[in-house]
Nanobody
Framework: QVHLVESGGGLVQPGGSLRLSCAASRTIFSRVNTMAWYRQAPGKQRELVAG???????NYADSVKGRFTISRDNSKNTVYLQMNSLKPEDTAVYFCNVRATLLSRHDESLYWGQGTQVTVSS
């Protein structure tokens, strides 16, 4: 079953913007801790783009600092990635990752979204 629903990917010209969303279903998860975005470009290793703790502490890859902003809405169990000033090198499949507890369990585990394609091209 798919526990994380991602949206917002697409094709955009250089300099454009996109906002990615990832929702962790409240009917599946009792608690959501750290939320993050990773990306993987062709021929590249998967890398951490941005992360945010339950308390709101954020961290970013150097390549996206000043351009991307990660945020979360805890009432909706949703994490966002606002991407501005997009560059061709930002082209990748973006994966949502969350550390969360299932309603049926007592321990935290890592969960991945299926990925959403972001293509930056003129």
């Amino acid at each position: 079953q798919v526990h994380l629903v991602e949206s917002g990917g697409g094709l955009v010209q250089p300099g454009g913007s996109l906002r990615l969303s990832c929702a962790a279903s409240r009917t599946i998860f009792s608690r959501v801790n750290t939320m993050a975005w990773y990306r993987q470009a062709p021929g590249k290793q998967r890398e951490l783009v941005a992360g945010i703790t339950s308390g709101g502490t954020t961290n970013y890859a150097d390549s996206v600092k000043g351009r991307f902003t990660i945020s979360r809405d805890n009432s909706k169990n949703t994490v966002y990635l606002q991407m501005n000033s997009l560059k061709p090198e930002d082209t990748a499949v973006y994966f949502c990752n969350v550390r969360a507890t299932l309603l049926s369990r007592h321990d935290e585990s890592l969960y991945w979204g299926q990925g959403t394609q972001v293509t930056v091209s003129s």
